[in-house]
């Protein structure tokens, strides 16, 4: 709840923060790597998989913005003393963006805020837990806008999920900007 808090009052500072700012709204996907690492005693888990995203960024100036989104982080799955385990996960997150420009069409940016998940773990086909959570969520990346209206991203995300040791996803998309 702490994460949330602290959420809401950092886009509430966006919102007063930019009046009169060029305003714009982009839509996206973007496809990647996901790793999620765990050290339980009885289960040592770190596993890849393909996930993806969509997202939703409203840039209330050149520099700042907030963006919302679905992420999927895939199923990945692992292999430890003859149990095959999964954890099938996936989340909304809401962040606040800070962006730099660096040439016409070239912005670099940085985001903070938080992610509400839910996974699965299923060991050898069964499900043996359920959880979920709002924890703190980081990224960063580039983008470049090839048009007025396409762009290309590529960016890190990281996910200070609690009941994992590790939860990160690189990926690489396109944005409409409307």
Do not use: C, H
């Not at 998940?117 to 703190?136: C, E, H, R, T």
């Amino acid at each position: 709840m702490k994460n949330f808090t602290v959420a809401l009052f950092g886009l509430a500072t966006l919102f007063t923060a930019t009046a009169n700012a060029d305003e714009a709204l982009t839509l996206g996907a973007s496809i990647g790597y996901v790793n999620i690492e765990n050290d339980d005693p009885g289960f040592n888990f770190d596993a890849n998989d393909t996930g993806y995203k969509l997202f939703a960024n409203y840039e209330f100036s050149s520099r700042l913005a907030i963006e919302g989104g679905y992420i999927d982080f895939g199923k990945p799955t692992d292999s430890f003393q003859g149990l095959s385990g999964q954890i099938d996960a996936s989340g909304w997150n809401l962040y606040g963006v800070g962006n730099l420009p660096l040439s016409d069409g070239v912005d670099l940016f940085a985001k903070a805020g938080i992610v509400n998940w839910n996974a699965d773990s299923i060991i050898d086909g069964v499900q043996v837990d359920n959880a979920d959570g709002n924890d703190l969520a980081l990224g960063f990346g580039a983008r470049w806008k090839a048009t007025e209206s396409l762009g290309i991203r590529a960016e890190a995300d990281w996910f200070d999920i609690d009941e994992a040791d590790s939860v990160w996803m690189a990926s690489i998309g396109f944005e409409l900007r409307f």
